[in-house]
C-alpha cells in the first residue's frame, strides 16, 4: 500500500470514527444445540457479545495454589480493555485452577466447559445490594477456573452467587449457558434486592437452571427462558434453594394464590424481540411461529426439537443473520425509503440500502429498529463445539471472530490451543492501530456499510473464502490432532495452536487488505 | 424472667433506633400519607425507598417515570398523595433501560414538584445510596433539581459524608433526616407520619 493511500485511509476512518452511534448494550444472542440435535454429536452453545466489551483473547494456564491463598474478585472485567478492574473483596482460592479462556465474557476451559451470557434484564425488585460482589463475567471465570463439566459449573457458579452476592453489570438480571460435551443447561440468576447483607446469612442471589433436552435446540435473546420448575426432576432442572422464598419475600409471588410459579414471569419481566422467532422459524419451519404479533413470543416453549439435525454451519449463518430476504416485517432492507424509481418508473432498490442501518440513518427515516441476531456494536461472538469422542484439546472447539459477525469470519480455536497472535490479545477502539486485529474487521464493517449494496459483495468474497477454507479443512485439522495426540497430547496443543494462530493472522490480514480495497471502491 | 425484660428490651430498641437515625433541625417534622415515591436518575434508590416504607407499614404509591399527570388525576378523583419522595443520583443503565436521559429527567422532575406544591405536598429529597450516586455531572444535576426544591432533606451518612446535604439543608432552613443506612429509616419514618 503507497504512503499516499494510508494517508487517505487514516483520514477517511478518523472521519468516520467521529459518527460512531451509540446503541444498547443489552443484545446477546445464545443459540444452544443438544447432542442428539446435531449432525455429528456435538454440544453447541454460542455468544454474541454485543455492546462494547473487552474482545481481547487471553488464555490463562492451569495453575495449582498454596492453601490459605485468597482470590481477588473485581468489577469491570467485561471493560478490562480500557478500565482499572476494581477489587471488590477476596473470597478463598482452591488447590488447583484449570485454564480458560478469557475475555469481556470469559468462555471456555480445558475441560471443553464453555459458557456464553445473555443480559436478561429482570423485574427491578431484584436490585442487588451494594454489599454483593459476584459480577456473572466474575462468576464465568470462577466457574471455568474451577469446573469439569456443566452441571460442576452450573453448582460452582449457583453458590459462590448465593455466598457473596450477585452484583449486576449489565442490568439486573444474568444468563448463562452451559455446556460440556454431554449436555448444555440454561442457567438463569437474579439479585435479591438492595438491602441484602453479606453478614445477614440471607441468601445473596436466587437462580435456577434447565437443561436443553439432547434431541432440542434454545435461544436466549435477552429475556428469561425458564418457566416452570420440577425440581424433582433432577435430569433437567436444578435450582437454590431459595428459589421461591425469594420470590415471595420481594412480594413477587403470592404463595396463596392459585398461580402457578412460572420462574420468567415471576422474575421476569418477561420481553419480547424478533430473534426468537428468526431462530425457532429457521430451525423448525413446520411450527409455524407467528411474527406478526411478538406478543405470541411469550407462548413459545423453552425449547424445540428442529425439523433436520443442526450443524455448525448453520448456527454460524443464523449468527450473520440480518433478517434480509425474511419475508417478515424484520427486514429493515424491505422498506420503501430505500427505493427510488427508474426512468422507466420501475421501483429500483437503491445501493445504499443497509440492513443494518445506523442510528442516524433510522432516525432520517423514521425507521423502527429490529434487533437482529448480527448487530454492527457487536465486540466479539463465537460459535462452541463440545465433542464427546475426541480429547478435550481437539473436541472443545470456539468458533471466534471480531465486530460484526455478518461481515466476519468464524475462526476455529481449539480448546488445546495454547496463545493466539498479539494482535488478538490486545484492543484500544478509542485509537486507530494496524497492530491490532480487531480495526481489521471493524474497518471492513464501517467502511462497507456506507454503500452496503456495492461493497457487500466484495466483504462476502473475502469472508467466505476464508470460512469455507476453515469448514474444509475442520475434519483433516481434527484427524491429524488426534494422530498427534495419541503419540503426545503436546504435540497436538502445538499443531492445532500453530493452526489457529495462523487463521487468525491469515483472517487478520485479508480483513486490513480487504479495508483498503474497500475505501477505493467507496463511490464519493 | 423472661416477661419481666421484654418492656426493657423493647425500649432499649427504640432508643437504640432513635440513635441510629436523627432529624436535624425542625424535630416538631410532621409527614401525611399516602405517599408518592420517585427518581430523578432512574437509579434503585425509588426501590429502596418504597421498601422501606413498606416495611414501616406506610401507605405508599412507587413509580419510576411518575408524572404531574398522574398527581393531579389522583387530586381529582379524592385520592390525591400528601407527600412525594423523589430519590436522586442517577444511574446510566437505568435511564438508558428507562429510554430516557438526564435532560428528560429534569424536565419530568421539574413539573412533578410544580403539581406537588401546587397540591401543598410536602416534597422530600432523597440520597440514601451513598457517594457511589455523587460521582458526575449528572448526579450533581439530579441532586440540585430535587434537594433545591424540597421541603426536607433524606440522607444516609456516607452521602453526607463530605457534609454537602448538611450545608444544604442549613442552607434552606430545612428539616434533614440522616441515618447510617437506608433502612434505619423505617422506624424514624414510622414516628415522623402521624396520620
Known amino acids: 500500500m503507497s504512503r499516499n493511500t494510508r494517508t487517505v485511509s487514516k483520514v477517511l476512518l478518523a472521519l468516520m470514527l467521529v459518527v460512531v452511534f451509540q446503541t444498547s448494550a443489552i443484545a446477546c444472542t445464545n443459540i444452544l444445540v443438544g447432542k442428539d440435535a446435531t449432525t455429528d454429536g456435538s454440544v453447541i452453545t454460542s455468544h454474541t457479545v454485543d455492546g462494547r466489551y473487552d474482545s481481547r483473547i487471553l488464555i490463562y494456564p492451569a495453575e495449582d495454589h498454596e492453601p490459605g491463598t485468597m482470590v481477588p474478585i473485581y468489577d469491570n472485567i467485561v471493560y478490562g480493555d480500557r478500565t482499572q478492574l476494581i477489587e471488590l473483596g477476596q473470597i478463598p482460592q482452591v488447590e488447583h485452577t484449570y485454564k480458560y479462556f478469557h475475555g469481556g465474557y470469559p468462555y471456555a476451559n480445558e475441560h471443553s466447559v464453555i459458557i456464553a451470557e445473555s443480559t436478561i434484564v429482570g423485574n427491578r425488585a431484584t436490585t442487588n445490594s451494594i454489599e454483593a460482589i459476584m459480577t456473572i463475567e466474575q462468576l464465568q471465570e470462577l466457574g471455568l477456573q474451577r469446573a469439569k463439566t456443566a452441571r460442576e459449573a452450573i453448582e460452582i457458579i449457583g453458590e459462590l452467587a448465593v455466598t457473596y452476592g450477585f452484583r449486576e453489570s449489565c442490568w439486573l438480571g444474568e444468563c448463562l449457558t452451559i455446556s460440556d460435551p454431554n449436555e448444555v443447561w440454561v442457567f438463569e440468576v437474579f439479585g435479591v434486592g438492595p438491602f441484602w447483607t453479606k453478614d445477614s446469612g440471607e441468601p445473596g442471589a436466587v437462580w435456577a437452571a434447565q437443561r436443553v433436552p439432547d434431541d432440542h435446540i434454545a435461544c436466549v435473546p435477552n429475556f428469561s427462558r425458564i418457566a416452570e420448575i420440577d425440581i424433582n426432576d433432577t435430569d433437567h432442572f436444578m435450582a437454590c434453594d431459595n428459589y421461591i422464598d425469594t420470590a415471595i419475600q420481594l412480594e413477587l409471588y403470592d404463595p396463596a394464590s392459585d398461580d402457578p410459579f412460572v420462574w420468567r414471569q415471576v422474575y421476569g419481566p418477561f420481553s419480547i424481540n424478533s430473534r426468537l422467532w428468526r431462530v425457532y422459524s429457521t430451525l423448525q419451519p413446520s411450527g409455524n411461529w407467528g411474527f406478526e404479533n411478538l406478543e405470541e413470543l411469550i407462548d413459545y416453549p423453552f425449547s424445540i426439537k428442529p425439523d433436520e439435525k443442526v450443524s455448525v454451519e448453520q448456527v454460524i449463518s443464523l449468527f450473520r443473520d440480518v433478517f434480509d430476504g425474511a419475508g417478515a416485517p424484520f427486514d429493515m432492507t424491505d422498506n420503501e425509503i430505500w427505493y427510488y424509481n427508474d426512468r422507466d418508473g420501475n421501483p429500483v432498490l437503491s445501493p445504499l440500502a443497509n440492513p443494518q442501518p445506523s442510528t442516524d440513518v433510522r432516525t432520517l427515516f423514521g425507521m423502527k429498529n429490529q434487533p437482529t441476531i448480527a448487530v454492527t456494536h457487536c465486540s466479539y461472538y463465537w460459535v462452541s463445539q463440545a465433542r464427546s469422542w475426541l480429547p478435550n484439546d481437539i473436541g472443545g472447539v470456539v468458533w471466534i471472530g471480531l465486530d460484526n459477525p455478518h461481515k466476519g469470519v468464524f475462526i476455529p480455536m481449539r480448546v488445546g490451543t495454547e496463545r493466539v497472535p498479539e494482535s488478538w490479545t490486545v484492543v484500544d477502539r478509542d485509537r486507530y492501530d494496524r497492530s491490532c486485529s480487531y480495526w481489521a474487521f471493524d474497518t471492513v464493517d464501517r467502511v462497507s456499510s456506507q454503500n452496503y449494496g456495492r461493497l457487500m459483495p466484495m466483504v462476502a468474497e473475502v469472508r467466505d473464502s476464508l470460512q469455507n477454507d476453515m469448514f474444509a479443512f475442520h475434519d483433516a485439522i481434527d484427524k491429524v490432532a488426534l494422530e498427534l495426540w495419541e503419540q503426545d497430547p503436546h504435540l497436538a496443543r502445538d499443531f492445532v495452536t500453530d493452526y489457529t494462530y495462523n487463521m487468525m493472522l491469515r483472517s487478520e490480514q485479508e480483513y486490513y487488505d480487504l479495508a483498503d480495497r474497500l475505501l477505493h471502491a467507496l463511490p464519493h | ?195
Do not use: W
Not at chain 2, 433506633?17 to 420517585?38: D, H, K, Q, Y
Open chain 2, 1 to 195: 424472667m423472661l416477661y419481666k425484660r421484654k418492656p426493657i428490651a423493647i425500649l432499649f430498641s427504640i432508643m437504640a433506633i432513635m440513635c441510629l437515625s436523627t432529624v436535624v433541625r425542625g424535630a416538631e417534622l410532621e409527614l401525611s400519607t399516602p405517599v408518592a415515591i420517585t427518581t430523578c436518575g432512574q437509579s434503585p434508590g425509588a426501590l429502596m425507598v418504597k421498601l422501606i416504607f413498606n416495611r414501616a407499614n406506610l401507605e405508599n404509591y412507587h413509580d419510576d417515570l411518575l408524572t404531574a399527570e398522574y398527581l393531579k388525576e389522583q387530586a381529582a378523583q379524592g385520592q390525591g398523595f400528601k407527600t412525594l419522595v423523589i430519590t436522586t443520583g442517577t444511574s446510566m443503565k437505568g435511564m438508558g433501560a428507562a429510554g430516557t436521559d438526564i435532560n428528560v429527567e429534569i424536565a419530568r422532575i421539574g413539573k412533578l414538584i410544580g403539581e406537588a406544591k401546587e397540591q401543598g405536598m410536602t416534597v422530600i429529597g432523597a440520597h440514601i445510596e451513598g457517594m457511589g450516586r455523587r460521582v458526575d455531572h449528572t448526579d450533581a444535576l439530579s441532586i440540585e433539581t430535587v434537594c433545591n426544591q424540597a421541603d426536607v432533606l433524606m440522607v444516609i451518612d456516607d452521602s453526607d459524608s463530605d457534609g454537602y446535604f448538611t450545608e444544604l439543608a442549613a442552607k434552606m432552613e430545612i428539616p434533614l433526616l440522616k441515618a447510617p443506612q437506608a433502612l434505619n429509616f423505617a422506624e424514624l419514618l414510622k414516628e415522623l407520619f402521624t396520620n
